[in-house]
Structure formats: C-alpha cells, structure tokens
C-alpha cells in the first residue's frame, strides 16, 4: 500500500453515527414487497379496465404549481384549505404536491393541445397524492390514486360508464356488497336558488350547528351537508333536497343516470347529502362504498366548468378516483392469496469458481425465461438445500469445485430425490425438456 498523503484527515468523510433510527413521514408508510405485488394485481385489473374501455395512461408531474389547485380543486375546498403541502422553490416558485389528479389532468389537456384530439377524450392515471390530514384508519398524507377522467361530452351514458368501471374494478378485485350513493347538485343555473336556500335554513338552525358548520355556512353552504358530527346530523334530514330546485336540463339529466344504472343492474341508493368535497363539480357526483362500512372506496363525479375555470373552452368532462389503500386493505383482510411467483429452479454453487461460473448459469435461464432463485450468501450446501426446499423447487442445479472445473452441474430432482451430472451447456436444455414432461409452465 502506498504512503497516505499529508492532507488524508482533512479529505476524510467525517462519518456521524445517528443515535436512533429516523421513521418515514407521518401518514406515509413505507410499501414493502409484499403489498407492492398486491398493488400491481390492482394495477393490473386498473390496465385491463382502461384499456378495454379505450383510456390512455397519463402521467403528469406531482409537483404542480399550487395556484393550479387554488382555482382548480376550489379555494373553499378542504383539500386547499387545509391540507395541502406546498413549497417554495430556490427559484421563488410556489409548488404544491398533488393533492388529487383532475385539475393536473385538465392542466396537461390545456397544455398538450389534447382539446383538438376526438372526443371523448379518456384518460387514466395511477400514482400518489399527498393530502395533510390527521391519519387514521384508510387515511393517510401519502395515498395512491386511480383516476379515469373523460373529457368533451355531456351525456349522461359517460357518468354511468364511470361509475361503471370503478364498480367493475372493485366487483373484478372480488370486493363484495358493494352500494353506490348517487346524488345531483346541479348547474350554475339552478343551485344557486337552492344554495340561497339551504343557507336560509341552516341560518334559522345556526345555534343547533357545530363550529366547523358554522364557518362553512359562510364560505360554502353545500359543505354543511358533508358534516359528520352527530349533532348536526337531524339537522340535515330537514334541509331542501337539490332535486326539488333542479332546472329542466338537470333534471333530464339525473333522471337519464339513473335510467341507465337501473337498467345496468347496479345497486345505488340516492344519498340527498352528497355534495363531495372539491368545488368544481356539476350534476351528478357519487361515491362507492361498501354496504357494511362508511368508509368511501371510491367517488367522483360530472364537472363541466372546470376546463373553462382553468383558462380552456368550455368543455364538459366527468371523472373519479379510488383510492388504493383502502382497496388494499379490503383484499389484505378478506382474501387470501398467493401473489408469490414461485421459482422452477434453485441455483447452488459452493466456492468462489463455482459462484463465477453460476453467475454465467443464472443469465442462460433467465434468457431461457427459466425462473431461478438462489440463495448465494448461504456458503453450505445443506443451507442451500434446505432454501431450495422452502421454496417448493423441484430442480436444483448444484456447481461444486469439481462441477466447476469440468464445465458440468449436478442436477437434482427433489421430487425424486435422483441426481445426476449433466454438461453444463446442455443444463438448460434438459430443464426445459423436463420442465415440459412435468407439465411446469416455465414462468
Ligand atoms: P376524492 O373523493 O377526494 O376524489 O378521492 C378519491 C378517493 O381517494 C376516495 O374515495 C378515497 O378512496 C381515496 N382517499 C381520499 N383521501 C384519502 C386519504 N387521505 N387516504 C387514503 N385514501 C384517500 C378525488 O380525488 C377526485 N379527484 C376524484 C375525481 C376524478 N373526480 C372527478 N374526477
């Protein structure tokens, strides 16, 4: 070893040992490998859905600028009230991490010239979204998101066939006693008549409402609605219906998605207090949950301005989004199922030259499409074993020194506790011949 120069101390990285461990975000789990393979089963089933029904993948940055949330999600919106996360960048750009994906989607539509392409435009998105709320049971600050929007028509086929496809997902994903509540809260001609109204109603029960209600009576009467304080809740039986204020376009309208759900069989109830909680939607808005929890798996809805709210032509569009954890844990505790590929080969080698030469071994199964574990930090043969049983592996192929140095593996069959010594070239010809005789599908 040569001399260390005179200066080494001073270039050394000084290496400050942490007391204890740090823990990830509050409300962000880590998503460990396990429940990745059940997310990707749920991806799966979200692909198969988007691409019968004809919707392309769109990714849009989770950094937007905060404004596009402020005019889009709606300022009297809890989301941009209290709960988003926002940063100043070096720059002095003010960004906010994606509270939902619509007003993005809207964002890129507008941006991408996608308003010129054939309506309706459909698309889909899967990824996370960060909300600051208090976690607790399906609620967290980062959570992921399935989202179908589908933009330029105003037919009310569109919003059932969103509903349509969230209740496929979740019926495709064996989630049982599913019920969607189903409401309108009409148009820009016809709810202002009935908001001036509610907010009569409820000023008449002002000392009966809570403090939240309160406040919301002020920036956003329909929000009263949303409450789920028990004190406020014979308050909302009372309260005028939208469907007795909606115009004769609303109307036609509901009546026309409910038509179509009935005829489709989906089992909905008309839920009059469901109003959502981001300001931008139109007529119909809905929710999927299950019958025997409150908990919401799924909602969305028709929002026909917001493409004109956000600087494009007017162009109706409806969409929604559901909510991966919370179907995660509704799988998790109701299904059992293997996600694990099992492997068809275990890969044994004892010493440094046997390791060279199983390295070799392991690229000619992979393209073989051979699916081979092995278990190399184990030194022993016995350890080896002993992994490849575990994992229920019918073949083993042994590299020892000998192996090694004559360009040949033992190969096992743990079935029929036989072993024998094949040439190392033809190693993954033999197994895919017995592969194919024990009827094993290679991957
Ligand atoms: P959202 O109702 O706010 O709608 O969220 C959709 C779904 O995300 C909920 O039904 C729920 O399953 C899940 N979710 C919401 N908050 C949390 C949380 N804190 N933790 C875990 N899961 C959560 C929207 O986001 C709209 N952008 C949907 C839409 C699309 N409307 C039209 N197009």
Redesign the pocket.
């Known amino acids: 070893m040569g001399r260390r120069p005179k200066d080494y101390m001073k270039n050394k990285i000084k290496r400050v040992k942490m007391k204890s461990i740090l823990r990830a975000p509050k409300g962000m789990p880590d998503i460990l490998p396990e429940e990745n393979l059940l997310r990707r089963k749920i991806f799966k089933a979200v692909e198969e859905m988007a691409n019968f029904y004809g919707f392309g993948q769109i990714e849009t940055p989770i950094l937007e600028e905060t404004k596009l949330f402020l005019h889009g999600t709606g300022p009297t919106s809890e989301i941009v009230q209290k709960q988003m996360f926002t940063l100043k960048t070096p720059g002095g750009d003010i960004l906010a991490l994606r509270p ?3 007003p993005n989607i809207i964002r890129a539509y507008l941006e991408n010239g996608m308003s010129n392409w054939s309506k309706p435009v459909k698309l889909f998105s899967w990824g996370p ?1 960060f ?1 600051y ?1 208090q976690p607790q049971r ?4 980062q ?1 992921w ?1 399935c ?1 179908f ?1 589908i933009l330029g028509s105003s037919d009310p086929i569109y919003d059932v066939l969103t509903i349509q496809i969230f209740y496929n997902l979740l019926t495709e994903l064996k989630i049982k006693n599913l019920l969607i509540e189903i409401n309108t809260i009409g148009c820009d001609n016809c709810r202002p008549i009935w908001q001036k109204n509610l907010k009569n109603y409820f000023h008449s029960k002002q000392k009966f409402l809570c403090l939240d209600c309160k406040n919301r009576l002020k920036t956003n009467p329909l929000r009263t609605l949303d409450c789920k304080k028990e004190s406020c809740q014979s308050l909302k039986e009372e309260a005028p219906k939208m469907i007795d204020y909606l115009c004769p376009e609303c109307r036609k309208h509901f009546k026309q998605v409910l038509e179509f759900l009935e005829s489709m069989g989906l089992p909905y109830v008309i839920n009059h207090n469901l109003v ?3 300001d931008y939607y139109t007529k119909t808005v809905f ?1 999927i949950r299950k019958t025997d929890d409150n908990i ?6 028709r ?1 026909d301005y917001l493409v004109e709210m956000l600087g494009g032509k007017s162009t109706p569009a ?6 991966v ?2 179907l995660v844990e509704l799988i998790k505790k109701s299904q059992k199922i293997d996600l694990f590929v099992k492997p068809k080969v275990f890969l044994i080698a004892i010493g440094e030259l046997p390791k060279q030469k199983s390295l070799k071994y392991l690229e000619l199964l992979r393209k073989a499409k051979i699916y081979t574990a092995e278990s190399f930090a184990h030194e022993s043969l016995k350890a080896q074993l002993r992994q490849a049983d575990k994992l229920e592996v019918r073949y083993v192929v042994i590299v020892g020194q000998k192996e090694a140095l004559d360009d040949t593996v033992i190969l096992r069959d743990m079935k029929a506790s036989t072993q024998e010594v094949v040439s190392g070239e033809k190693i993954v010809e033999e197994l895919k011949k017995r592969l194919k005789n024990d009827n094993i599908n290679i991957i």
């Open positions: 939902e994906f619509t979204v909300r709320e399906g609620r967290y600050r959570f998101q989202n929007e959502r909680g981001l929710e919401a798996l799924c909602g969305g809805g929002y409806v969409g929604g989004a559901a909510g954890e919370r």
